[in-house]
């Protein structure tokens, strides 16, 4: 298995304002993975993050709204921009292991106001 | 749509029942998961079944894959109240893992 941390765990936030989240993993994975779980739903993936590229986006995702850092093969960022009560959600980092299972992080609670 | 389709969206049975969950998709798959998640909180990984797999046990649990028909599902037997939580099944095609809709099960003791 792997160990995940998120950070911060929930986070109140007000209108337009931006919140990082960090994802901090207990040894080097190749790819990392954002998505997001709107209330009451499944989780969508927001995009794939590989160490020394540009993270690639899913479909109605885009760079400018959620940035995404992967600075080294443990650690990456993804930042929710310009906030609006319909970024409300909880957003989850994950992580391969074995090119097979894949494992997820607590997720990081967000509110928007 | 990046979902998967998992029916029901919801089931409620009695402790002791078994409870049925399944899932389809569209795409070729490399593998398909199935994760718990208790009240919006973090996933917790129950079994993995690789394409070339009809059937895995864990436990109380059963997985079955179909790939003729893009299909699988998830058996829990003899329920129990603590098995109350949202059921998701995952599948990986390539380097993507996309999740079912869900199912949420509730367990009456």
């Known amino acids: 298995s792997a160990v995940i941390s998120q950070k911060p765990s929930r986070d109140i936030c007000q209108r337009g304002t931006s919140l990082t989240i960090q994802c901090q993993v207990d040894?080097?994975?190749?790819?990392m993975f954002w998505y997001r779980q709107q209330p009451g739903q499944s989780l969508t993936l927001i995009a794939t993050?590989?160490?020394?590229?540009?993270?690639?986006?899913e479909s109605g995702f885009v760079i400018d709204k959620f940035p995404i850092s992967r600075p080294n093969l443990t650690f990456s960022t993804l930042t929710v921009s310009n906030m609006s009560p319909e970024d409300s959600s909880i957003y989850l980092c994950?992580?391969?292991?074995?090119?097979?299972?894949?494992?997820f992080g607590p997720g990081t609670r967000l509110t928007v106001l | 749509s990046q979902q998967g389709e998992e029916d029901p969206q919801a089931l409620s049975i009695q402790e002791g029942e078994n409870a049925t969950m399944n899932c389809s998709y569209k795409?070729?798959?490399?593998?398909l998961q199935w994760y718990r998640q208790n009240s919006g909180r973090g996933l917790v990984h129950l079994i993995l079944?690789?394409?070339?797999?009809r059937e895995k046990h864990s436990g109380r649990l059963r997985v079955t894959l179909d790939t003729s028909k893009k299909s699988s599902s998830l058996l829990i037997t003899a329920s129990r109240a603590a098995d109350t939580a949202s059921y998701f099944c995952?599948?990986?095609?390539?380097?993507?893992?996309?999740f079912g809709a869900g199912t949420r099960l509730f367990v009456k003791a």
């Open positions: 994950s992580v391969e292991r074995g090119g097979v299972e894949q494992f």
């Open positions: 040894s080097q994975v190749t790819m």
């Open positions: 993050a590989n160490q020394g590229s540009e993270a690639t986006y």
């Open positions: 795409t070729s798959i490399n593998n």
């Open positions: 079944i690789r394409s070339n797999e």
């Open positions: 995952a599948f990986t095609g390539g380097f993507k893992t996309i």
